[in-house]
């Protein structure tokens, strides 16, 4: 699920927990597992954020999830991770 909010709330949130950690945005893209452009991409309303992200960092500032609730959120499937499965090894894929 992502964030689908009107412009400029996903920075607000950011800058929120910025200061609350007192971080800076490259500390802040290692805590979410990000590069640093894509933190400012999340902040200039170019990509839409992952829950996941309030979600952790509600847990290292020990906020109330609760106060993110009126969050809209929108499921993109084309943004999810995809799930590769490999394929069992046996004699015929043994060239591979």
């Given amino acids: 699920m992502f964030l ?3 412009r400029g709330e996903q920075k607000k949130i950011l800058i929120k927990f910025k200061r609350l ?3 800076t945005w490259v500390e802040m893209a ?3 597992g990000v590069n640093k452009s894509m933190v400012f991409f999340y902040c200039n309303d170019r990509s839409k954020m992952p829950f996941k ?3 952790k960092l509600c ?3 020990n906020s109330n999830i609760q106060q993110f609730c009126f969050l809209n ?3 993109m499937p084309q943004c999810s991770e995809k799930i ?3 394929p069992n ?3 015929e894929f043994a060239e591979f």
């Fill in 59 to 61: 847990a290292l500032t």
């Fill in 53 to 55: 992200h309030i979600e």
């Fill in 84 to 86: 590769i499965t490999l």
């Fill in 4 to 6: 689908d909010l009107p």
């Fill in 73 to 75: 959120m929108k499921d």
């Fill in 21 to 23: 950690l007192n971080i």
């Fill in 89 to 91: 090894h046996n004699d």
């Fill in 30 to 32: 290692k805590i979410l």
